[in-house]
């Protein structure tokens, strides 16, 4: 359960003042077909669930009209059994048909994400092992997948690229090699933690030997990444800090796998990537 936005949140309102105009454009001529009375309706979760994106809910409606009331009857990130409703609204009918798609597009594309990764955290239960994300995000959602991720039980990774460096392949390449990039990283003071990918133990171990704040192995075969794990652990023994993370497709089938060779983390890009909205109505009640 997460009790609070991050502070990595800023832009939840613009995106909601967005979603609806996407939807909006010039006006919700279907809506004009109902009077103005008050009315009441219910949002119902036909599946189990995450629950996720309630702020964003409660903005969506709160943009339209600030008289609509929004009574949740679950906490973010509880996990909801099928036919559970989630929360009623009372106000204006116009404004709850015209912020229904668009509270519950937010709503089942975050409760999606939570929900994945409740089942990967899941998978991975007393390994000591964590699941974190990628940048791999909708475009647009990143601040609200990250958030979802967090109330799926799972960890972020760097949020953008602000706030971290990750030297790749690419950037191997483009500086002559593992051990100049490093050292280029290092020259620019930036104050972000440093994390290098590694495709050969050779690069892991030019990555350990700097003492990176997070060794990412990529792809590696199973055997390869134990002996990775093994050079990063007596590293840390030794008086290193460097955490290392496996990358490298993990799918619910696997990932257990991955996690019993003790590495520290597992980032998996499908779990913001690969989405599976949560199948969620409104309907009116009275």
Known sequence: MVPSLPAYVTTLEQSVRFALAEDMGSGDW???LSDDRTARARVLCRETAVVCGRPWVNEVFRQLDPAIVVDWQVTEGARVDADTVLFTLAGPARALLTGERTALNFLQTLSGTATTVDRYVAA?????????????????LRQAQKYAVLCGGGHNHRIGLYDGILIKENHIA?????????????????GVPLMTEAETLDEARAA??????????????????????RLTRAHRAAGGRTVVEYSGGATLDTVRQYAECRVDRISVGSITKHLQAIDLSMRFID
Do not use: M, N
């Open 30 to 32: 279907t809506a004009r």
């Open 208 to 229: 350990l030997a700097a003492d990176v704040d997070l060794l990412l192995v990529d792809d590696f075969p199973f055997d390869t990444l134990r002996e990775a794990v």
């Open 174 to 190: 483009a500086a002559g090699g593992i051990e100049a990039a490093i050292s280029a990283a290092r020259a620019l003071d930036a």
């Open 124 to 140: 991975v239960a007393g390994t000591g092992c964590q699941i974190v994300d990628t940048r791999k995000t909708l475009p647009g």
